[in-house]
């Protein structure tokens, strides 16, 4: 998602409403706001499956970004071209066999996660205090 996109993401967000998530010192679980140069390093998500774990995204800045997406996954990361509706974007994702879909999916299906709210803990982490 970038600033100029001015359509829905497959989330039904717009880039305003993304920005509002993402910014402002609250951490939202599942956003992740990051500036070009972080998209850039070649460690970009490396802990969570890198590239790998990226569907979609806007075409200008899949565009913009081409010299530094992976080749192998550049054609797969779908656009507002290839799929706006979550059920489309699914379908395209099995049918161009999306790493997601064979690396993190089971039988061709997302694995829901429970995603903590905004100011929970993810379970596990009861114990974790903050620097």
């Known amino acids: 998602m970038q600033r100029r ?3 829905l993401t497959p989330l039904g967000l717009t880039f305003s409403k ?3 998530l993402t910014t402002g010192g609250v951490q939202n ?4 706001a990051c500036a070009l140069k972080t998209i850039q390093a070649p460690k970009f998500l490396k802990a969570d499956g890198g590239w790998d774990r990226i569907v979609w995204m806007a075409k200008t800045l899949k565009e913009q970004l081409a010299g530094f997406i992976p080749e ?3 054609s797969r990361i779908a656009t507002e071209e290839d799929a706006i509706e979550p059920k489309d974007l699914k379908e395209h994702l099995k049918k161009i ?9 089971k039988d061709g299906e ?6 903590p709210l905004t100011g929970e803990m993810w379970p596990g982490d009861e114990d974790y205090v903050p620097l």
Request: net charge positive; glycine share 10%.
């Open 29 to 32: 679980h599942g956003f992740y």
């Open 97 to 105: 066999k999306h790493p997601i879909v064979t690396k993190f999916w």
């Open 18 to 20: 993304v920005a509002g």
């Open 110 to 115: 997302p694995v829901p996660m429970k995603i």
């Open 5 to 7: 996109y001015t359509g």
């Open 72 to 74: 192998e996954i550049y």
